[in-house]
């Protein structure tokens, strides 16, 4: 089981993932993959749990004033805020609309937006996110990026390659490099105003002070401690995130516990990963009749395995927060065992 743990301190990152990565500005950047491949440009990204679960998980980390550049994506892009403070900025030239977001903070980014993002903090800073489907596609990046990334000795291939030249790196013989969008093709690219993707926008507080949610169905006895962001199956902030426009295959959540709390004895037939933001939380699971445990702190990283009868509880002091997300656009029900049942009815 201690496999499917990857802990914070582990992680392994990338310095040239992306074609922006030797960019002034953009350059000091590490892209992480932890649940699959994701978007990376590199082939020699590590990825620490290969296994599809039908979404990926990564991460950046920036140092302050270092950009991610403005880019797009075929599936919903979602990101939670681990560490520093974070400006994300959107539209083609990056100034139809911004917001800044604090530790803890939660936004969701649909299809075809784009998007970029600075460490506006004064520490070095971690975004932790997860975008839909095991093959999210390859990055679309705004004509000026490529442009600004012309000269600095990396080579994006139409096929999604990124071949780095300043170590040796050679473009393969036929192989097509990336040509930028034309305003033909930038015609489907959203305009969204700070007002409409205010919807997508989920603060610390808004999870700490918001009532939870009744769906006995997925969330067994601790349904009102659950608090949607994002995915196809619950309105959030009174919107639906669904459709062409957002493509998750997941849903996430917000689990609320102070100290003690937690969730029965249950399974998924689906994948479930589990993503503390604070607090200590101890996971427990029966094998062969035995009960089993592992503990994650913020920013680990748990994957259940579909079938396991698992629960989780909150074992520090003080109320704390955990990120989950399940797998499908419709998540599976949850189930109990015998007694579980019995002692809820
Ligand atoms: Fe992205």
Same mark, same amino acid.
């Given at each position: 089981?201690?496999?499917r743990?990857?802990?914070f301190?582990?992680?392994?990152g990338c310095?040239?993932?992306?074609?922006?990565a030797?960019?002034?500005g953009?350059?000091? #950047?590490e892209?992480?993959?932890i649940?699959?491949?994701?978007?990376? =440009?590199?082939p020699?990204?590590?990825?620490?749990?290969t296994?599809?679960?039908?979404?990926?998980?990564?991460?950046?980390?920036?140092?302050?004033?270092?950009?991610?550049?403005?880019?797009?994506?075929?599936?919903?892009?979602?990101?939670? %805020?681990?560490?520093?403070?974070?400006?994300?900025?959107w !539209?083609?030239?990056?100034?139809?609309?911004?917001a800044?977001?604090?530790?803890g903070d939660f936004?969701?980014?649909p299809?075809?937006?784009?998007?970029?993002?600075?460490?506006?903090?004064?520490?070095?800073?971690?975004l932790?996110?997860?975008?839909?489907?095991?093959?999210? !596609? #390859?990055v679309?990046?705004?004509?000026?990026v490529?442009e600004?990334?012309?000269g600095?000795?990396?080579?994006?291939?139409?096929?999604?390659?990124?071949?780095?030249?300043?170590? !040796?790196?050679?473009?393969?013989?036929?192989?097509?490099?990336t040509?930028?969008?034309t305003?033909?093709?930038?015609?489907?690219?959203k #305009?969204?105003?700070?007002?409409?993707?205010e919807?997508?926008?989920?603060?610390?507080?808004?999870?700490?002070?918001?009532?939870?949610?009744?769906?006995?169905? %997925?969330?067994?006895?601790?349904?009102?401690?659950?608090?949607?962001?994002a995915?196809?199956y619950?309105?959030?902030?009174?919107?639906c995130?669904? !459709?062409?426009?957002?493509?998750?295959?997941f849903?996430?959540?917000a689990?609320?516990?102070?100290?003690?709390?937690?969730?029965?004895?249950?399974?998924?037939?689906?994948?479930e990963?589990f993503?503390?933001?604070?607090?200590?939380?101890?996971?427990?699971?029966?094998?062969?009749?035995? =009960?089993?445990?592992?503990?994650?702190?913020?920013?680990?990283?748990f994957?259940?395995?579909?079938?396991?009868?698992?629960?989780?509880?909150?074992?520090?002091?003080?109320?704390?927060?955990m990120? %989950?997300?399940?797998?499908?656009d419709?998540?599976?029900?949850?189930?109990?065992?015998?007694?579980?049942?019995?002692?809820?009815?």
């Amino acid at each position: 089981m201690m496999k499917r743990v990857v802990r914070f301190d582990d992680l392994m990152g990338c310095t040239a993932a992306f074609i922006d990565a030797k960019t002034p500005g953009s350059h000091l #950047k590490e892209n992480f993959s932890i649940i699959g491949a994701g978007v990376s =440009e590199n082939p020699a990204q590590h990825v620490h749990i290969t296994e599809p679960h039908g979404f990926t998980f990564g991460g950046a980390r920036q140092p302050p004033f270092i950009k991610n550049s403005l880019h797009s994506h075929e599936t919903a892009e979602t990101f939670w %805020v681990h560490s520093s403070k974070w400006r994300f900025y959107w !539209g083609l030239n990056g100034t139809d609309g911004e917001a800044v977001l604090e530790p803890g903070d939660f936004i969701s980014l649909p299809t075809y937006l784009f998007r970029g993002f600075e460490n506006v903090g004064e520490v070095k800073g971690m975004l932790l996110g997860y975008l839909g489907s095991d093959n999210p !596609g #390859k990055v679309t990046w705004a004509p000026q990026v490529l442009e600004a990334a012309r000269g600095h000795g990396l080579v994006l291939l139409s096929d999604g390659r990124l071949i780095d030249t300043t170590i !040796g790196e050679t473009v393969p013989e036929g192989a097509q490099e990336t040509q930028p969008l034309t305003p033909a093709q930038l015609e489907k690219f959203k #305009k969204l105003t700070a007002e409409e993707m205010e919807p997508f926008i989920i603060r610390l507080s808004d999870i700490k002070e918001r009532s939870g949610i009744t769906d006995e169905n %997925v969330w067994p006895g601790f349904a009102e401690r659950i608090y949607p962001l994002a995915g196809p199956y619950y309105p959030i902030k009174g919107q639906c995130q669904g !459709g062409d426009d957002w493509y998750f295959n997941f849903n996430l959540v917000a689990v609320k516990g102070g100290p003690n709390q937690g969730s029965p004895l249950y399974c998924r037939d689906v994948p479930e990963v589990f993503n503390p933001f604070d607090g200590t939380w101890q996971f427990s699971w029966l094998d062969a009749g035995k =009960e089993h445990s592992l503990v994650l702190k913020a920013g680990d990283t748990f994957t259940c395995p579909v079938g396991v009868y698992r629960s989780f509880k909150n074992i520090g002091s003080e109320e704390a927060v955990m990120y %989950v997300i399940v797998g499908g656009d419709v998540p599976a029900p949850a189930r109990l065992t015998q007694e579980q049942t019995a002692t809820l009815t």
